[in-house]
């Protein structure tokens, strides 16, 4: 595998379709914490409980300013059809064509199974990786973890 | 992973203080996982008899589950008069007709003062109970429902009958 960025390394940007007719890259959010949820695929029920999961905190993310934004493998139509089947609020990014580029460039595609790692990393407003974290495949890897990392960026107060 | 918010006075706890082992539950009403959970809990609860004890906290995921809110704050109504564990077990055990039309049903069986428990959904009184145990839940790491602790430790194993009593028999002898 390839090595996962780690906090202090710049976050590469990206643009990405988050809808069959847009499109969203990271630069857009200089200025606000980002957190990026890299996850195996739509449709899979853990992917599923840890999007219901951050969906649900979107308030808590909100007092950090932060934009929560979700990314795999899948295109987004299929992305579509699974949002408004879970009714989740998170922007998923298809990291489609060329498939998990960006997941590479933040070492977190995993070759055998062709999708990216379950991985998450929290970017501070200047664009740098602040925190990072690479869950086993098969384990949601919740939240409190992106939220210490948030409440540990400086110049935060919630 | 261990619990951010150790059990308290405020919780809903079934069994001894001095039991040898504390499991908790991070629970969602309208959770199917939560409802075959509900029957696994019972059973190790006959198993273990006064060795466990069992707390339930309130993990709604409203987004997935759109009445698992109004089910957690109508179980804390009851609590407020004293009927808990009725509610919780009534909840789960028709879990298929959760909504409205039940809860106004469950009110009535259980012998609840409706006025009083109207006014409190009304008035959103539990909400930020409801909330308090969601993000001390978060805060301990539960990724998903149901989320188990066993003496404060988060607990990623199978919960199956089996499995779970195995690894609350092992907390309790050591």
Redesign the interface.
């Known amino acids: 595998m390839d090595t996962v960025l780690a906090p202090g390394a710049p976050a590469p940007d990206f643009t990405l379709p988050a809808s069959p007719s847009s499109t969203v890259s990271l630069a857009d959010h200089r200025g606000r914490p980002v957190v990026l949820v890299f996850y195996p695929a739509d449709w899979s029920p853990v992917c599923g409980d840890q999007l219901a999961l951050y969906t649900e905190l979107q308030e808590e993310f909100a007092r950090f300013g932060a934009q929560v934004l979700g990314i795999s493998v899948d295109g987004p139509w299929c992305h579509a059809a699974f949002t408004a089947a879970r009714n989740y609020s998170i922007p998923l990014l298809a990291d489609f064509e060329p498939k998990g580029a960006v997941a590479r460039s933040y070492g977190v595609y995993a070759k055998q199974g062709g999708t990216t790692e379950r991985a998450l990393f929290v970017i501070d407003a200047t664009g740098i990786i602040r925190w990072s974290f690479v869950s086993p495949m098969g384990v949601n890897p919740g939240a409190d973890g992106i939220l210490a990392a948030l409440e540990s960026l400086p110049g935060v107060s919630s | 992973?261990s619990l951010?918010v150790a059990v308290s006075a405020t919780d809903h706890v079934q069994g001894d203080a001095d039991a040898k082992v504390t499991l908790v539950e991070y629970g969602d009403y309208q959770c199917p996982y939560c409802g075959a959970a509900y029957h696994v809990v019972k059973a190790v609860q006959k198993h273990l008899g006064r060795k466990l004890r069992f707390v339930f906290r309130n993990f709604p995921?409203?987004?997935?589950h759109p009445m698992a809110e109004l089910a957690a704050e109508s179980a804390e109504a009851a609590a407020a008069q004293g009927k808990f564990w009725e509610i919780h077990d009534a909840l789960y055990e028709h879990q298929d007709q959760l909504g409205q039309p039940l809860i106004e049903a469950l009110v009535e069986r259980l012998h609840l003062d409706a006025k009083t428990f109207e006014a409190d959904l009304e008035s959103r009184k539990f909400q930020s109970r409801v909330k308090h145990d969601?993000?001390g839940g978060?805060?301990?790491?539960?990724?998903?429902?149901p989320g188990f602790f066993i003496n404060g430790e988060r607990y990623?194993g199978s919960w199956e009958e089996e499995p779970l009593t195995a690894a609350l028999l092992k907390a309790a002898a050591a």
Do not use: I, K, Y
């Not at chain 2, 978060?138 to 429902?145: F, P």
């Open positions: 992973m951010a995921l409203n987004q997935a969601f993000m978060v805060r301990s790491g539960v990724n998903g429902t990623d």
